[in-house]
């Protein structure tokens, strides 16, 4: 029996339906957007992720597991490191194109980040014309990040859901508003971000976002994160495309490439580490 197999024997029998533990707090507005009010989160299974391909439960693959820490080490040195920028530890994951496998990282990426000791992780599904990673736990259609930036009655804590992985939290992408460009151009949006940046130091946030060709959506989250992560996918990325992507962005921020879908190669971080390397298994 494969590990995929085995994951989705174990956590198979969880259900997706969240229960609440306790009521939403009664100030809501009192706290900054992106600020926790502390209640217990709701709970997602993440066996959905392994059963769909879109997550690897550890072991996993040796050498892919083995690429993924070193990425993860880039991510944390960015964030955490002597030289880290404030708001560094929000990370956001976008691609050129759609299709080059950014939903994928984002799930493994988050994942890896979770195991780390002193930190926690959360993960943010913020693409709301596909939300896959919503869709994935069943959770698409339920109030998330998009409801939090439309109503400023509704803080982020009550769009939280604990995950069955140890110290991996995740917020759907919720309803979908014509407005959506100017949500992530407007001041609860950046108040919102910052938030989650200055709330707490220990935790990655870890955004999946759209293309940054496919909408400018993308673009106007990249405004608002601390380093930038762009997968593009081996064979069919161009370069001009990457070069169209990457113009879209402040060269002033740690922005990496991942090299996606091919069968395997060395991962290579540039001195400034600014730039990451990344094979992993086919998937969009």
């Known amino acids: 029996m494969s590990i995929i197999q085995k994951a989705v024997q174990n ?3 969880r259900r997706l339906e969240p229960k609440v533990t306790e009521s939403r707090p009664e100030a809501p507005g009192a706290a900054p957007p992106g600020a926790s009010a502390r209640r217990p989160a709701t709970e997602a299974a993440f066996a959905p992720l392994v059963a769909n ?3 690897q439960l550890e072991p996993g693959d040796p050498a892919s597991r083995a690429e993924l820490r070193h990425l993860k080490r880039s991510v944390l040195q960015c964030a955490f490191g002597p030289l880290a920028d404030a708001g560094a530890n929000v990370v956001m994951i976008t691609s050129p ?3 080059a496998g950014k939903t994928f990282l984002s799930a493994n990426l988050a994942q890896a980040l979770a195991l780390e000791r002193d930190r926690t992780t959360l993960l943010i599904d913020a693409d709301d014309t596909r939300a896959t990673l919503s869709r994935a736990l069943g959770l698409h259609g339920r109030p998330g990040f998009f409801d939090v930036m439309h109503d ?3 803080p982020l804590d009550a769009c939280l859901y604990r995950s ?3 110290g991996l939290e995740f917020v759907p992408a919720g309803s979908r508003f014509d407005d959506s460009l100017e949500l992530l151009t407007s001041n609860r949006a ?3 971000i910052h938030g989650l940046a200055l709330e707490n130091r220990n935790r990655l946030v870890v955004i999946d976002c759209p293309p ?4 400018p959506n993308a673009v106007a989250l990249a405004s608002l994160v601390g380093q930038i992560l762009v997968v593009v996918e ?5 370069q001009p495309t990457i070069h169209q992507a990457l113009e879209l962005l402040n060269r002033d921020k740690p922005i990496g490439l991942v090299l996606n879908k091919i069968p395997r190669a060395p991962l290579l971080t540039l001195a400034n580490g600014s730039y990451y390397y990344y094979s992993a298994p086919e998937h969009e």
Do not use: N, W
């Open 212 to 215: 940054l060709l496919g909408t």
């Open 152 to 154: 400023p009655q509704t």
């Open 234 to 238: 081996a064979g069919e990325t161009s």
């Open 53 to 55: 391909g879109f997550l």
């Open 97 to 99: 194109m759609p299709g």
């Open 190 to 192: 950046r108040d919102l």
């Open 11 to 13: 956590h198979g029998e």
């Open 164 to 166: 069955d992985v140890h």
